[in-house]
């Protein structure tokens, strides 16, 4: 049974209501509830094979439930016009791809897409917003390189630069410190953490490292077999009885002696 906990105040931006979600006939999210709420960072953990990518998939619009609705801004996502979903609500899958020889600055013009039209075509407000992505994420210097040329951490940085000039304020990424060592994963989500407590952005990221997504996130909710467990604050979720009941593991939870958010001591693995 889902275990709401400290649900956040402020405006329901993004919900799941009784989602079910299922590639052919195979099920692979059931019933599902879920609120974010303006201006939260929310990360989503779970056991590989819970339904965390999915979920997030539909929440962007890619995939239709197979049953229930998801809404944005209070208005079913499946029935609000592409553009319009774009202008507020950024996904950035699990490995995206740049087409082969596209530039950091060509991806990062490519955010504005979803602003121009017959009506409107590309301008020097359109110009100045690319460039200020690219100087806010530290790529300015890269413009010129070609995307398949930079490292992981580039690489996502880069992606997030196309975001940001997207003008969206939701945010969805995920996994976005997959394949990246432990500073890139930092210098991600340090990123991440300053689009949301500088510019605002209301972010829902899939993490697989529990210690990292209590670390930046705000609120975590926590998913297996399909089914969101519990939600609430990391100190409220990470405990030692949900890291065995969710994950199989037996572990210990401590202070992180850095930020003093939970931090995960795995001891054995229990089935």
């Not at 275990?3 to 799941?16: K, S």
């Not at 930092?186 to 407590?197: F, N, S, T």
């Not at 500088?198 to 490292?209: M, Q």
């Not at 572990?251 to 054995?268: K, Q, S």
């Amino acid at each position: 049974m889902t275990q709401l906990v400290n649900l956040p105040n402020g405006p329901v931006r993004l919900a799941a209501e009784r989602v079910s979600l299922a590639y052919d006939e195979a099920v692979v999210v059931r019933d599902l509830d879920l609120e974010l709420t303006e201006g939260s960072f929310t990360a989503i953990v779970g056991p590989n094979g819970c339904g965390k990518s999915t979920l997030l998939r539909a929440l962007g619009r890619l995939m239709r439930p197979a049953s229930g609705q998801v809404l944005l801004d209070g208005r079913a996502i499946a029935r609000t016009p592409t553009r319009e979903v774009a202008k507020v609500l950024g996904l950035l899958p699990q490995t995206p791809i740049a087409p082969d020889g596209l530039t950091v600055a060509d991806l990062v013009a490519r955010g504005r897409h979803p602003h121009q039209s017959w009506l409107r075509q590309w301008s020097r407000d359109d110009e100045a917003v690319v460039t200020e992505a690219l100087t806010w994420t530290d790529m300015a210097g890269l413009a010129d390189r070609p995307v398949d040329e930079l490292s992981g951490g580039q690489r996502q940085r880069a992606w997030i630069s196309m975001a940001l000039a997207q003008g969206t304020d939701l945010l969805l990424l995920d996994e976005p410190t997959t394949y990246l060592d432990l500073s890139h994963q930092i210098d991600v989500l340090e990123l991440v953490g300053r689009l949301h407590a500088e510019r605002g952005r209301t972010v829902v990221v899939v993490l697989h490292d529990l210690n990292l997504a209590a670390r930046y996130a705000r609120r975590l909710v926590a998913m297996k077999d399909g089914e969101l467990v519990v939600s609430g604050t990391p100190e409220e979720v990470l405990t030692e009885t949900l890291l065995a009941d969710v994950f199989d593991l037996e572990a210990r939870v401590l202070p992180d002696p850095v930020t003093g958010t939970p931090m995960v001591v795995p001891v054995r693995r229990l089935r």
